[in-house]
């Protein structure tokens, strides 16, 4: 989507308040990079994440702002450059290991499940904002892995204690299959299209404009909180907005 994009088409605000196509990819540049500092150079991300918890929400849009300063070709090349080295980091990475992260450690392979997560949810404010559709595919999985995963975490970050009992989450895939998570048997129970609950989870859409269908008050109260992300809890998109 930006590999050919003309210059003054980077400024096109996206629908994250204040970010434009270039804070995007800015934001996915120094997100990778952090990632490589968690991979490789464990001091140096804790400097990071010290000066974060400083300043959360600020941090995050000092460190975009800067990014897009840059000139366009500058950061298109920063951006790819810093994503191959995480993926061939990641791939050094011993089994077993737990990377530093500004949510909980994770490994390798769930950083990396991270990383598609994020730039496929950042790639969705810019195709809103280039008034592009992109057509979804079983790679979605692993954004759906992942906000399933991230059930708990959503909880403790608004406050509440997570529900003690697993959930079963059966979530229509773009090509007409059925990926689960959970027992059969479970009260508990999420349904619907992936590319609804994906684009929930990373807090892309409103849950009233999904159809994401829960089942049991647990469930119900997850989708209103569904993060999939690091940080503080978002704002999500106005009901209506997609």
Same mark, same amino acid.
């Given at each position: ?58 941090? #995050? ?42 949510? &909980? ?13 994020? !730039? ?22 692993? #954004? ?11 909880? #403790?970050?608004? $406050?509440?204690?997570? &529900? ?28 619907? &299209? ?6 929930? #989870? !990373? ?32 704002? $999500? ?6």
């Amino acid at each position: 989507m930006v590999a050919t994009l003309p210059d003054d088409r980077w400024a096109t605000p996206t629908p994250a308040a204040g970010w434009t196509v270039a804070h995007q990819i800015a934001h996915l540049a120094w997100t990778d990079t952090a990632a490589l500092h968690a991979a490789t150079d464990v001091d140096a991300f804790q400097r990071g994440l010290a000066e974060a918890g400083d300043d959360p929400l600020g941090f #995050v849009d000092r460190s975009a702002d800067e990014g897009a300063a840059l000139p366009r070709a500058e950061l298109l090349e920063k951006w790819r450059a810093g994503r191959k080295e995480l993926a061939a980091a990641l791939a050094t990475v011993p089994k077993g290991t737990k990377l530093p992260w500004f949510g &909980p450690p994770m490994s390798a392979a769930s950083m990396a499940t991270a990383r598609i997560m994020e !730039t496929w949810a950042h790639g969705q404010d810019v195709a809103d904002a280039l008034g592009i559709t992109r057509t979804p595919t079983a790679r979605l999985r692993h #954004v759906a892995h992942i906000g399933v995963r991230t059930r708990d975490f959503a909880h #403790v970050l608004n $406050g509440r204690t997570p &529900p003690a009992e697993e959930f079963r989450v059966e979530l229509s895939a773009p090509d007409g299959a059925l990926w689960t998570w959970g027992p059969e048997d479970a009260a508990q129970r999420v349904s619907g &299209p992936a590319l609804d609950f994906c684009l929930l #989870v !990373t807090q892309r859409t409103h849950r009233a404009d999904t159809a994401l269908v829960a089942e049991g008050p647990d469930a119900d109260a997850w989708l209103d909180i569904a993060q999939a992300f690091a940080g503080p809890p978002g704002g $999500g998109r106005e009901k209506g907005s997609r």
